[in-house]
């Protein structure tokens, strides 16, 4: 079993920052790409984020500029780092990985339990 578990949401004043943690463990042979998604009340979920296992990212438009994923593959750990946070960025933000397990190799993408993230006045 592999699981994915965030930590640092909360809430912040508009501009404020945000650091998100997602660790994954359990039976992992490798984790390639990683992921942050977000979703807020009545919209689907948004793909934020994605860092590749060679570090290569991408980030949706709204984000840019704002947003840094990283990871390091020793610790098993991606990081989204939040700054000049706006209202609309309100949302519960989701981790996710394509993982290979250990020892089969066989892929399999796991996602996290989701953290919230407020932002407001």
């Known amino acids: 079993q592999v699981q994915l578990v965030e930590s640092g949401g909360g809430w912040v004043q508009p501009g404020g920052s945000l650091r998100l943690s997602c660790v994954a463990s359990?039976?992992?042979?490798?984790?390639?790409?990683m992921r942050w998604y977000r979703q807020a009340p009545g919209h689907q979920r948004e793909l934020v984020a994605d860092?590749?296992?060679?570090?290569?990212?991408d980030y949706v438009d709204s984000v840019k500029g704002r947003f840094t994923i990283s990871r390091d593959n020793a610790k098993n750990t991606a990081v989204l780092q939040m700054n000049s946070l706006k209202p609309e960025d309100t949302a519960v933000y989701y981790c996710?990985?394509?993982?290979?397990?250990?020892?089969?190799?066989?892929?399999?993408?796991?996602w996290g339990q989701g953290t919230q993230v407020t932002v407001s006045s």
């Open positions: 996710n990985a394509d993982v290979q397990r250990y020892p089969t190799r066989r892929p399999d993408d796991v």
């Open positions: 359990g039976s992992l042979y490798k984790i390639d790409t």
């Open positions: 860092i590749t296992d060679d570090g290569t990212t």
